[in-house]
């Protein structure tokens, strides 16, 4: 029996488990699929967007393990045995994640497009350092592209949940 390092799959469509936002899926993918490809298409999660498909403006950002990852830069092979969230997955029981509320009534948001990737990397952040500043933030979203330049309102929203949060003494 061959080891996992020497396992050698397709060509053709080969059976692919995940656990995305919690649950167990299995997809049938070719080998070469990418992470952003079968949430998409194969499962229908349409909130995590394909700008470049390059890594270059993370508006396909989900979390792997807890961590933001271009979904467009992994292979979906390279998932197995991960948890991964989508923006789909960060709301619980229907009750947006505070984050996503925040971006809601900061209006930060116009066209929509790099909001999913935005607020995956900046609830990442808020759940990793609870009260973080402004320089955090700046840091969680360089890697961001935001064509509609609402940058501020991006700031204000994350700013707002941090400083609930700090009021919390969370």
């Known amino acids: 029996m061959q080891d996992d390092a020497n396992e050698v799959l397709g060509p053709g469509l080969i059976p692919i488990d995940l656990t995305i936002n919690g649950r167990r899926v299995s997809v049938q ?11 998409r298409n194969h499962l229908g999660l349409t909130g995590t967007k394909i700008g470049c498909d390059r890594g270059a403006c993370s508006a396909c950002t989900v979390w792997l393990d807890g961590q933001p990852a271009s979904s467009c830069m992994t292979l979906a092979l390279d998932a197995r045995g991960r948890n991964i969230t989508t923006i789909e997955g960060l709301a619980e029981g229907g009750k947006l994640h505070p984050l996503q509320q925040a971006f809601v009534e900061h209006d930060a948001l116009q066209c929509g497009f790099c909001t999913p990737g935005m607020v995956m990397s900046c609830a990442a952040l808020i759940d990793r350092k ?8 700046k840091a969680a979203i360089s890697g961001h592209l935001c064509r509609c330049g609402t940058y501020p309102n991006i700031f204000a929203a994350v700013l707002a949940v941090a400083g609930e949060n700090r009021r919390r003494g969370t």
């Open 130 to 137: 609870p009260d973080a500043g402004i320089d955090e933030v």
């Open 29 to 39: 993918a070719e080998p070469a699929t990418t992470l952003v490809d079968v949430v």
